[in-house]
């Protein structure tokens, strides 16, 4: 038995297709394409709600599956390969592709992301997190709902909606406007930092390379700060390490100082929020951000009042180690939290509210003495910074 895969786009059905639609025993799709180009006479199958792979594979004989868009970009070809089916493919534009051209946008840096039978977050913070980036989105998981967790992040949004019926259309506004609509499935989401950027040439599709090309735990002078402010890049390398950062994870970056921990997490694909409560290091992080090309949404005023108003974060970084912050931190619900102490005397309460919070803690001092270069090919050692660094990782 074989399987044959047609992708459709708004054109209807491509040259040939018609005969093989004639000779199927089985036609399978969902609703609006079955009722659009299927005849009553034909044994149908719904996959509105999901590929029914397994009734596919019982099929009797010749069988059809209706896409939209290309099968083999998030589309039903891989769940019939994992089955050893015979497939033939008959691919057409992509909808992400043919979106991006309404638009009248390249698309070959538009990071692509699902929200159909996934975790939506991950979805929400690579939308957070970069420049262009399309959703195929799915019922709870939609322009409405994306548009609601993206507030305080500047993002406009393009939903094409009934995609591939003739009653498409294309919408452009902003998330305020975006999540007070009601909007008609199928439908899909592209989300940009820009209405009239066209994205950077690169030899890399898909988005910004991560890791950066220029590597992590960068040195304090890629960071504008103060006098006192600022982390040791071997500290922070450690911090990266733990927090784990990446595309589709939210990191909170608390007592930000210069924002270098949330600029570099940020560089590594993550979504971030910094949180800091002084307005002269406000203006820095902003700048910091802008510099290395990231975009980092700032929440300023005290840490313990400003956090419990933040979307849930996947990992936070604590750049102090006061109770009522770190306390405040601990109960976000983060899978990891690293904490700068740099006090032997708070080792203990911060180890004991991390603990109390359910989480597993580990944790070092760290030394830090940098090489120096001394008159004619000498090199010495300058006088070692200490500190202490605390991670937890939820039990």
């Not at 590597?215 to 500290?235: I, K, N, Y």
């Not at 950062?245 to 939210?250: N, Q, T, V």
Request: aromatic fraction near 4%; charge should be negative; proline fraction near 7%.
């Amino acid at each position: 038995m074989t399987v044959t895969v047609i992708g459709l786009d708004r054109q209807g059905l491509p040259p040939g297709a018609g005969s093989v639609l004639a000779q199927a025993r089985l036609v399978v799709g969902p609703k609006h394409l079955l009722d659009r180009h299927v005849t009553p006479d034909k044994e149908t199958l719904d996959s509105s709600g999901g590929l029914p792979v397994d009734e596919v594979a019982r099929a009797a004989g010749p069988t059809v599956l209706l896409v939209s868009g290309d099968p083999g970009h998030f589309g039903d070809l891989r769940a019939l390969r994992e089955r050893k089916l015979d497939v033939i493919v008959w691919p057409t534009v992509t909808d992400v592709q043919r979106m991006a051209a309404l638009v009248r946008r390249p698309w070959d840096d538009i990071t692509v992301v699902s929200a159909r039978g996934r975790d939506f977050q991950q979805a929400v913070n690579v939308c957070r997190a970069r420049q262009a980036v399309a959703v195929l989105t799915a019922p709870g998981a939609g322009p409405a709902e994306l548009a609601r967790e993206l507030h305080g992040w500047r993002r406009n949004i393009a939903v094409l909606e009934q995609v591939g019926t003739p009653a498409e259309r294309l919408s452009i506004l902003d998330v305020t406007e975006a999540e007070r609509r009601s909007w008609q499935e199928p439908n899909l989401v592209l989300c940009l930092a820009s209405l009239d950027g066209i994205g950077q040439d690169s030899w890399f599709a898909g988005g910004p390379v991560v890791p950066p090309v220029d590597g992590w735990a960068l040195d304090e002078s890629a960071f504008a700060t103060r006098s006192g402010v600022g982390t040791a890049p071997q500290v922070r390398a450690l911090a990266l390490a733990k927090l784990a950062p990446r595309p589709g994870a939210l990191v909170w970056d608390v007592c930000a100082g210069s924002g270098a921990i949330g600029i570099e997490s940020a560089r590594l694909g993550a979504a971030v929020i910094a949180v800091e409560a002084d307005s002269g290091l406000c203006v820095r992080i902003v700048a910091n951000a802008g510099a290395h090309g990231v975009d980092v949404r700032l929440a300023d005023g005290e840490p313990a009042r400003v956090v419990p108003t933040l979307p849930r974060p996947d990992a936070v970084f604590i750049g102090s180690s006061a109770p009522d912050v770190v306390r405040a931190c601990a109960g976000a619900g983060a899978a990891r939290v690293v904490v700068v102490v740099p006090e032997l005397d708070r080792l203990g309460g911060t180890r004991r509210a991390l603990v109390d919070a359910g989480y597993a803690v580990g944790g070092c001092q760290l030394s830090v003495a940098d090489l120096v270069e001394l008159p004619g090919d000498g090199v010495g050692v300058a006088p070692a910074s200490s500190t202490f660094l605390l991670w937890g990782v939820r039990a």
